[in-house]
């Protein structure tokens, strides 16, 4: 991580700044992902334990592996579902050390592909497609070499991070296949199981011990105090440099349709592992290829593609594979959260993979109709954890923005239904009755989630009803106390009330005016982001709670630590100030993001924290809800997003290049500050522009100094009020 200097020195933040990904293989927003295991917090991979604040705690003083799992998170931390299933493990020793962790070497990872060698001397390469994996590993000469699927293990080896299948069933079907079902948490994963091991010995095992003769097991009942490991074990000599290839596809809807996944992405070329692995790369170079940046040193751009890399691991899009309902039309899972992804993540899939955009959407309202309610996290679990305590109604802004942007394959009709009937659910019949409801935060998204709801009802024709829910949007400024400009005393999620206060609101002019107008708000903003302030202690390893309430107490900005804050820099803008942006932007790019291990401030939550990144390096920050992009000085010299068959360009002049600060150099690389703007040579006064203005695309071409300017003092973005129209 990089040392941070100047403003982002006073910034304060709470979470360990390890980013929590993980290098394993995965497809574009695809089902399957597949990594080494070591038990390791949050993903299965790496060294740390548990924890949530502070410096992470090593768990192992090495990276080791005890084989190499199935079904990751990416980013995120506390989410009380770890997956890990179906570990696949190369053996040179007896089945009873199956479970022994091997330190890993010589580690590769690029999209699509993860290698490693393990201490016992096998190379073990993985790639996935967007439901299968397969497995590649070369053995050193060996008298008895194995290869063990376990499909007993599911979850971490911390506290309370197991998961165990509450029914299985696998079965050795001969000559190299196989297949299993494990009901992990309701959901049925099965997986149809090829090997490519010539003369090696295939049996099923129990309690590492094998089962001879036998051909299928059945666990009708199972709880941790009486789960035994159980899988398939393929054995035989091996030759030094002699290769075996597992096959695996995935489905949560039976054998059969694995088998089917299993032989549409490998094709009938035996072996499959460079062909699926071909396919990978290429949906990889196509998904980030519509990203383009010119400029910039060797480590910004770095960071940049990795960031890119990192916004499009999730959330997982299974066509077809609901558990929950019959009918065909994709499933999505791991939207973890949308606490986390409504901001930014969705709107640059939105972008650059809009048919996957569409299919997430689509699968919100089909959950919402099966089971009562939009989610506000979902995994691979049915009604599983909605995070209720983070936040009310986020769907509400993505669909829109959908809306606003007329995907052709939404009933939106249907969509506003669903919609509607969502604002009265948990916290939302307390915010109808009564205009406010603690946590407080829950009353801004609330209203906000009424504001977006009342736009696609007015864009359906629907008036009275937009002007009902209107009405009701109106209730942000309950949350607030008009004597001190911020949110009211209550309970908040991961921050406080100052982390919460700077929220882009739909009528951010009256917001202002609450807090006693543009001098005030500037003046509140400005102690928030620590001008003038000295440089902070950081939490150490184990934090005390003194420690932790010292660091809330500052009521400083979380450095992009939290997703509260993500949005604070751009409400200068409504103020009149997007120098202080620039500002404000430029510290976090140049200091809170770097190319080595913990290079990420905080947990990446799902990508949401990547596609931050990615957005401000292209100069530009999507308003969720709202079909609006603010303006700001990019990272790069030119920027491109190709929308569709469009191309949407960010070009400079006068760009002057900011390096990453990780070499530990005490300097403040300078702000840049936009001094003029044009979009498609038109002059363009004001800070902003609609994403319907984005997507159908152009040319913004923004003009660059080393001194603030007064380009978009004066025109501010919108507001519903508009009392700052010019």
Not at 94 to 100: A, H, K, R, T, V
Not at 168 to 180: H, L, P
Not at 500 to 508: A, G, I, K, P, Q
Not at 592 to 615: A, E, H, I, K, M
Request: some cysteine.
């Amino acid at each position: 991580m990089p040392r941070s200097h100047g403003l982002a020195a006073s910034w304060w933040w709470p979470k360990p700044q390890v980013g929590n990904t993980h290098p394993g293989a995965t497809s574009p927003l695809g089902m399957v992902s597949a990594c080494a295991y070591s038990g390791a917090y949050p993903t299965g991979y790496g060294r740390y334990k548990k924890g949530t604040e502070g410096l992470p705690e090593e768990m192992f003083d090495r990276l080791q592996a005890s084989g190499f799992t199935h079904f990751q998170q990416s980013g995120t931390g506390a989410i009380r579902k770890y997956y890990n299933y179906v570990r696949v493990t190369p053996m040179v020793q007896p089945l009873d050390e199956l479970g022994q962790s091997w330190p890993l070497h010589d580690e590769i990872a690029s999209p699509g592909y993860y290698a490693a060698t393990l201490d016992t001397g096998v190379r073990s390469e993985i790639t996935v497609g967007e439901k299968v994996a397969v497995h590649r590993y070369t053995f050193p000469e060996q008298r008895s070499a194995r290869v063990v699927i376990d499909l007993s293990i599911g979850g971490l080896s911390i506290d309370l991070g197991r998961t165990v299948p509450l029914r299985a069933q696998v079965e050795s079907m001969g000559y190299g296949c196989a297949q299993g079902t494990v009901v992990m948490e309701g959901v049925p994963l099965s997986v149809y199981i090829e090997v490519d091991s010539p003369g090696w010995r295939q049996m099923l095992w129990y309690d590492r011990r094998l089962v001879d003769g036998g051909t299928r097991l059945d666990f009708d009942s199972i709880r941790h105090t009486t789960l035994r490991p159980f899988g398939l074990i393929f054995m035989g000599p091996a030759t030094a440099g002699q290769t075996i290839e597992v096959r695996l596809g995935f489905s949560l809807r039976g054998h059969e349709q694995a088998r089917k996944n299993l032989e549409r992405e490998c094709g009938q070329t035996r072996p499959a592992f460079d062909t699926v692995h071909a396919d990978t790369r290429d949906r990889w170079r196509d998904t980030v290829g519509k990203v383009q940046v010119e400029g910039g040193t060797t480590a910004r751009r770095t960071v940049m593609s990795t960031a890119l890399y990192h916004s499009l691991i999730k959330p997982c899009v299974a066509d077809d594979e609901s558990p929950f309902w019959p009918t065909s039309g994709p499933y999505a899972f791991d939207i973890c959260t949308m606490w986390d992804i409504y901001k930014t993540q969705l709107p640059l899939i939105a972008a650059i993979a809009p048919e996957r955009h569409t299919a997430i959407l689509e699968s919100l309202i089909r959950v919402c109709e099966e089971e009562g309610n939009f989610p506000i996290g979902y995994r691979m679990a049915r009604g599983a954890d909605r995070f209720f305590r983070q936040a009310s109604a986020l769907a509400h802004t993505a669909l829109s923005d959908a809306y606003a942007l007329r995907p052709q394959s939404i009933d939106w009709s249907w969509a506003l239904v669903h919609m509607v009937d969502d604002l009265r659910r948990m916290y939302g019949e307390d915010f109808f009755e009564h205009g406010v409801v603690h946590p407080i935060t829950h009353t801004l998204d609330l209203a906000y989630a009424h504001h977006c709801t009342a736009q696609v009802a007015r864009a359906l024709n629907d008036h009275r009803l937009a002007d009902d829910l209107a009405d009701l949007s109106r209730g942000w400024i309950n949350a607030f106390d008009p004597a001190t400009g911020l949110l009211l005393d209550s309970s908040f999620y991961e921050g406080g009330k100052w982390n919460y206060s700077f929220r882009l609101v739909h009528d951010m002019a009256a917001r202002i005016a609450l807090a006693g107008g543009d001098k005030t708000f500037i003046d509140m903003l400005d102690q928030f982001f620590g001008y003038g302030a000295a440089p902070v202690t950081q939490p150490g390893v184990r934090p005390l709670p003194a420690e932790m309430r010292r660091g809330f107490a500052l009521n400083r900005f979380e450095g992009l630590n939290n997703e509260p804050d993500m949005e604070a820099p751009w409400s200068y803008h409504y103020a009149g100030r997007p120098d202080r942006t620039a500002e404000v932007v430029n510290a976090a790019l140049t200091w809170q993001f770097g190319t080595g291990r913990g290079g990420l401030p905080g947990n990446d939550d799902s990508g949401g924290l990547s596609s931050w990144y990615v957005w401000a390096s292209l100069g530009l920050f999507p308003v969720a809800g709202q079909n609006l992009f603010l303006i700001n000085a990019p990272a790069f010299e030119r920027g491109a997003l190709t929308i569709g068959d469009q191309e949407f360009v960010v070009e400079t002049s006068g760009h002057r290049e900011t390096p990453i600060g990780a070499d530990g150099i005490d300097r403040t690389p300078p702000t840049q500050y936009v001094q003029s703007a044009t979009l498609n040579g038109k002059a363009l006064h004001g800070a902003h522009l609609s994403a319907a203005d984005v997507h159908k695309g152009g040319r913004l071409h923004l003009k660059l100094g080393p001194e603030p300017s007064a380009w978009a003092q004066g025109v501010r973005p919108p507001s519903v009020s508009d009392l700052h129209a010019p």
